[in-house]
């Protein structure tokens, strides 16, 4: 069992908007402003979409936004496209024994 | 632009010691700004932090895993490297070495490389 929660899928159709997301506790999505998100395609490395919240890396589209609200974190992708269907995880920094932990993924579907 | 790459052996026995190293190319190891994480993923599973070295060393593990885990860094070839011993069917999964910063986001990985543990 992950230390995060997510839904095991969520789906949409082009051009809609989706969110996703991530929940935790005090102690990590709750107590830090450090969740990260990633994207992962079938055989692919994953890919970070956003980090410490809601910041974008460069070249990321501006369609992936992030938030947080007390112990759950949200990715929310806009304008729903093809290519935006894959895993997505969320990934936070914990005061626990652990230092770093990933939600169990969730898998987007693209009507 | 900085780049990953895992090597190592694909199959490991059981009870064995599972070993792999990851090449870092396009910046150096040595900076203060950065760790240097590996995380796994069995097959059709989800992703799992395994644990993360700094360029001096300082080492920070998955507890889960820490009586079996060592990592390494040589900063004179620019490379890290992973350790798993006395390991099971349990640790088959693609191995992915990453750029992690402090606040725990992973911004460059390795194209991971499959260990299947079988005799």
């Known amino acids: 069992q992950s230390a995060l929660t997510q839904p095991a899928s969520v789906s949409g159709s082009p051009g809609q908007s989706i969110t996703i997301s991530c929940t935790g506790t005090s102690s990590d999505v709750g107590g830090y402003n450090y969740v990260s998100w990633y994207q992962q395609h079938p055989g692919k490395a994953p890919k970070l979409m956003i980090y410490?919240?809601?910041n974008r890396p460069s070249g990321v589209s501006i369609r992936f936004s992030g938030s947080k609200s007390g112990n759950t974190a949200s990715l929310t992708i806009s304008g729903l496209q093809a290519e935006d269907e894959g895993d997505y995880y969320c990934?936070?920094?914990?005061?626990?024994?652990?230092?770093?932990?990933f939600g169990g993924g969730t898998k987007l579907t693209v009507l | 632009q900085l780049q990953l790459q895992e090597s190592g052996p694909g199959l490991v026995k059981p009870s064995e010691t599972l070993s792999l190293t990851c090449t870092v190319s396009g910046g150096p190891i040595s900076s203060s700004s950065y760790y240097w994480g590996w995380i796994r993923q069995p097959p059709g599973k989800g992703l799992e932090w395994i644990g993360s070295?700094?360029?001096?060393?300082?080492?920070f593990y998955n507890p889960s895993l820490k009586s079996r885990v060592t990592m390494s860094v040589d900063t004179s070839t620019n490379q890290f490297s992973l350790k798993l011993s006395s390991v099971t069917a349990a640790d088959t999964a693609v191995y992915f070495c990453?750029?992690?910063?402090?606040?725990?986001?992973?911004?460059?990985w390795g194209q991971g490389t499959l260990v299947t543990v079988s005799s």
């Open positions: 070295i700094s360029y001096s060393g300082s080492t």
């Open positions: 990934s936070s920094y914990t005061s626990s024994s652990t230092p770093l932990v």
């Open positions: 990453a750029r992690q910063h402090s606040s725990g986001y992973h911004d460059y």
């Open positions: 410490e919240v809601n």
